[in-house]
């Protein structure tokens, strides 16, 4: 599974933005696909979860009732919209496959390239 984020940029503190992850293959529904986040100097964190069928969502606390996972199984595609935007909400934010539903990076076996957003105060 090839996996590329796209969607990142620059925005000012409670602005809005939409990342995309594109997975090329055909099994692309049959697995879990997590967001993570890595800010300089930082250990990548563990943002937000989906199924594989999107019934099941998980997020850390630090973004939840501000940021939400989504899928498009016909698309190939998982969205994760932020909105509120906050100054430490930068970093460079990846996708993630894997077969288990999980929000440990360690068990994710496939990642995307990351895509950079920065939020200014």
């Known amino acids: 599974v090839q996996l590329v984020e796209s969607g990142g940029g620059l925005v000012q503190a409670g602005g809005s933005l939409r990342l995309s992850c594109t997975a090329s293959?055909?099994?692309?529904?049959?697995?879990?696909m997590g967001w993570f986040r890595q800010a300089p100097g930082k250990e990548r964190e563990f943002v937000a979860a989906i199924s594989w069928s999107g019934g099941s969502t998980y997020y850390a606390d630090s973004v939840k009732g501000r940021f939400t996972i989504s899928r498009d199984n016909a698309k190939n595609t998982v969205y994760l919209q932020m909105n509120s935007l906050k100054p430490e909400d930068t970093a460079v934010y990846y996708c993630?496959?894997?077969?288990?539903?999980?929000?440990?990076?360690?068990?994710?076996?496939?990642w995307g390239q990351g895509t950079q957003v920065t939020v200014s105060s």
């Open positions: 293959g055909r099994t692309f529904s049959s697995y879990a």
């Open positions: 993630a496959a894997d077969s288990i539903l999980s929000n440990w990076s360690y068990e994710y076996d496939y």
